[in-house]
């Protein structure tokens, strides 16, 4: 089955700086990759995804990247925000989407 | 759209005891997905349902789980002779279809303490 690895599982910056999240996943089959954002004792939320058929996706400050090849996604938030602390998922499925399977997440601090 | 409810949000239970979860999609919504998070992990699928079919339960303990989606009313995730081990947030997701073209929306939690 599918396994997704997430690092780093701690992330520290000055506000301001970019933050980057790495994930690996191993199943070839999944085409479908979604992150989401989850604040202290609350629901997880999609932030962004992206599918296999492109290589790149932005939306304002968030970004995110695949190499299929290489099965490599990653996250990139730029111009960091107080509001942008909590812990991120990446995540993977494939076409059946009969479920997601998540990274083990990122806890990102933004130093004032 | 009042979004993914659960119920309760909190859930105290001692061992041996049965806790029961209630998820009850958003409307229009007939596919409903099981998550569980330990502290500090992330989430991890235990269960897929349609209406009135369990259609992947890969993820799920062979023993003292199950659940149900009926025809009428919530999605229930039941935990018999619950451990402490069974500690933990449960989320509930639904969608309006199969499939990763459908975004997965995902309820507040029921966070569960087994004394």
């Known amino acids: 089955g599918e396994n997704v690895e997430q690092h780093p599982s701690t992330l520290s910056v000055q506000e301001g700086d970019s933050a980057v999240i790495k994930c690996t996943y191993s199943d070839s089959a999944s085409n479908y990759f979604p992150w989401y954002k989850q604040e202290l004792g609350k629901r997880p939320q999609l932030i962004i995804d992206?599918?296999?058929?492109?290589g790149e996706k932005k939306d304002q400050r968030i970004a995110v990247t695949l190499n299929k090849t290489a099965k490599h996604f990653s996250l990139h938030i730029t111009e960091t925000q107080p509001e942008d602390s909590a812990v991120y998922f990446c995540a993977a499925s494939d076409s059946s989407a009969s479920k997601i399977i998540f990274g083990s997440g990122t806890r990102l601090s933004i130093r004032p | 759209n009042a979004g993914v409810m659960q119920n309760p949000r909190h859930l105290v239970r001692r061992r041996g005891q049965e806790a029961r979860l209630r998820c009850s999609p958003m409307?229009?919504?007939?596919?409903v997905y099981w998550y569980r998070q330990l502290p500090e992990e992330g989430l991890k699928f235990m269960v897929y349902?349609?209406?009135?079919?369990?259609?992947?339960e890969s993820g799920m303990p062979k023993e003292r789980f199950s659940a149900e989606f009926p025809k009428e009313g919530p999605s229930i995730l039941r935990i018999q002779q619950v451990v402490r081990g069974d500690s933990a947030a449960y989320f509930c997701?639904?969608?309006?279809?199969?499939?990763?073209?459908?975004?997965?929306?995902f309820g507040p939690g029921t966070r569960l303490t087994v004394l």
């Open positions: 997701a639904s969608s309006l279809g199969q499939g990763n073209l459908n975004e997965q929306f």
């Open positions: 992206i599918r296999s058929n492109v």
């Open positions: 349902l349609q209406k009135e079919n369990i259609i992947d």
């Open positions: 409307k229009g919504h007939s596919h």
